[in-house]
C-alpha cells in the first residue's frame, strides 16, 4: 500500500488484502481487509505502532523503505494476534536495537506465540508515556477488546488515538480515511457483531474513558482512519447500549420443508404485526450478515428439524455462535418439527447456556404442521408483539 501521512510525521504504512476470504476459519470476509500499521516520527525517535500478517511482510518492509525511514526505535504492540504481529520479527532482525512496547499481557504473549525474549521487551502500565522527541506517546492498558493484552496508543500533541481492533472494519479499500458513511456503518457493524459484541461492557468502560480525551482521529488496525471520531464512538455507544429494535431474527434450517413451513408462517405472522423480520436459512445464509443482525435484535427464534435425536448439525453451530456473540436480544424460542422423539430442546438449551434471554413456549411438533400448529404459532406472534410493547419498543 502506498504510505499516506494522516498527521504531520505519522504515517499509514500497512498493507491491503484484497482478497481474504474468511478470517480465524470463521468469520466470512466478503470484502477482503486490510492490516493497518501507523510509523510515528519524533524530533528524536521513531516508533513503528504494530505490524501486519506475516503474509505481507515484504510489502511492509518495502512501505518501511519508501516511508524514508533509516532506523526504528519502538515498535508497539498494542495487541499480539499474529495478524498484527506476524512481520514482527523481521524487525527484530533488520534492527537489533529496537525495543518494542507492550502490556504485561502482551509481552506473555508474544513469548508464546512468537518465542520473543522478554529482554527485548519494555512493558507499560496503563498511562504510562513515551518520549520521542516532540511527540509523546501514551499507553492506555484496555484488556478484553479482545484478547487480555490488549492497549491502546494516543499521541498527545497530534491527538491521534491507535486504537488497534477495536473500531476497526474488514474490508479492502484505498481510502485513508472513512470516505463512505453508509457502506462503512454497515460494514464496521459487522465487524463489531463478529468480534467486540460479547465484550460490550468493557468497549462500553472505553468509550467512556475516551470521552476525557480530545482525539482528532482514530486509526484503528483494520480499515480506514476517522477524522470524525464521534461518527463511530456514536455508533459503537448505539450498539453497546442503544434500544433494542422491534425485530425478530429467525436462523432455520429444513431437510424435507416442516420446519420451513412453520417459520415462513410465522414470518407473516410477525410482519402482519409490524414487526421486523428475518428468516436466515442457515444453509446458505452468511454468518456475518446474521451476526450484524444480532446486534439490536430483540428476540431470536431458533428453527430446526430433529436430527439423530437432537438439533439440526447447522443450527446446532449458529445456536454454539450466537451462544458465543452473547448478543443483547431480551427474549428467545424454538419452534420446529420432529418425527418421533429426541432431546432437540434441551440440547440447544445447553448450547445457548449464556444467552440471558426469556425464553417463549416452544412450538415443537410432531411431522407438518396442522392448522392447530399455525394458530400456536399465532400465539406466538402475539407473545412476541406483547412483549415487545412491554419493552416500549413498538
Ligand atoms: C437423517 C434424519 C434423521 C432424523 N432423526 C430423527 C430423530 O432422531 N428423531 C426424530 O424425532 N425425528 C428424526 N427425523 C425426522 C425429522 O425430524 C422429521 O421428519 C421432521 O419433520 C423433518 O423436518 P423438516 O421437514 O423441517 O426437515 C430424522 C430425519 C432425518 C432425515
Not at 62 to 76: E, F, H, K, M, Q
Not at 94 to 105: C, D, N, Q
Not at 218 to 239: F, K, M, N, R
Not at 287 to 310: C, K, S
Amino acid at each position: 500500500m502506498t504510505v499516506r501521512e494522516i498527521r504531520q510525521g505519522i504515517y499509514s504504512v500497512g498493507v491491503i488484502d484484497w482478497d481474504r476470504q474468511v478470517f480465524d476459519e470463521l468469520l466470512p470476509l466478503p470484502e477482503g481487509t486490510t492490516y493497518s500499521s501507523y510509523l510515528v516520527k519524533g524530533s528524536e525517535k521513531t516508533a513503528l505502532v504494530d505490524a501486519v500478517d506475516a503474509e505481507f511482510e515484504e510489502e511492509f518492509i518495502t512501505n518501511l523503505a519508501r516511508s524514508g525511514v533509516d532506523g526504528i526505535d519502538y515498535i508497539i504492540v498494542n495487541h499480539t494476534e499474529q495478524d498484527h504481529s506476524g512481520a514482527l520479527m523481521v524487525f527484530l532482525e533488520l534492527f537489533p536495537g529496537v525495543k518494542i512496547i507492550t502490556s504485561a499481557r502482551g509481552a506473555d504473549l508474544l513469548e508464546v506465540l512468537h518465542q520473543i525474549p522478554k529482554f527485548r521487551i519494555q512493558v507499560v502500565e496503563d498511562g504510562d508515556t513515551l518520549s520521542l522527541g516532540d511527540k509523546t506517546l501514551e499507553f492506555m492498558i484496555t484488556p478484553w477488546v479482545h484478547w487480555p493484552d490488549t492497549m491502546m496508543t494516543y499521541v498527545r500533541e497530534d491527538k491521534v488515538l491507535f486504537s488497534c481492533d477495536l473500531f476497526g472494519a474488514h474490508y479492502a479499500c484505498s481510502d485513508l480515511f472513512v470516505a463512505e458513511k453508509c457502506r462503512h456503518t454497515l460494514l464496521a457493524k459487522r465487524y463489531f457483531a463478529e468480534i467486540m459484541m460479547p465484550f460490550r461492557p468493557k468497549v462500553t468502560e472505553y468509550i467512556e474513558r475516551l470521552s476525557g480525551y480530545e482525539i482528532s482521529v482514530i486509526a484503528p488496525s483494520h480499515g480506514p482512519c476517522y477524522d470524525d471520531p464521534a461518527y463511530i464512538l456514536d455508533l459503537y455507544t448505539e450498539w453497546c447500549t442503544g434500544d433494542l429494535k422491534n425485530k425478530v431474527i429467525i436462523p432455520y434450517i429444513s431437510m424435507h420443508g416442516s420446519t420451513k413451513k412453520m417459520v415462513m408462517y410465522l414470518t407473516e405472522a410477525l410482519i402482519r404485526r409490524n414487526i421486523g423480520v428475518r428468516p436466515y436459512d442457515v444453509g446458505r445464509a452468511d454468518t456475518g450478515q446474521l451476526a450484524m443482525d444480532l446486534v439490536d435484535a430483540a428476540t431470536i427464534i431458533i428453527a430446526t428439524p430433529t436430527v439423530l435425536t437432537g438439533p439440526h448439525p447447522k443450527i446446532a453451530n449458529i445456536a454454539f455462535i450466537a451462544n458465543m456473540l452473547k448478543p443483547r436480544a431480551k427474549f428467545a424460542g424454538i419452534i420446529g418439527s420432529y418425527g418421533w422423539g429426541g432431546k432437540t430442546l434441551k440440547d440447544l438449551a445447553n448450547i445457548m447456556n449464556k444467552l440471558e434471554a426469556e425464553m417463549f413456549e416452544p412450538v415443537y411438533i410432531k411431522g407438518l404442521p396442522s392448522e392447530e400448529v399455525y394458530k400456536s404459532l399465532e400465539d406466538l406472534a402475539d407473545e412476541i408483539l406483547k412483549k415487545h410493547k412491554d419493552e416500549k419498543i413498538v
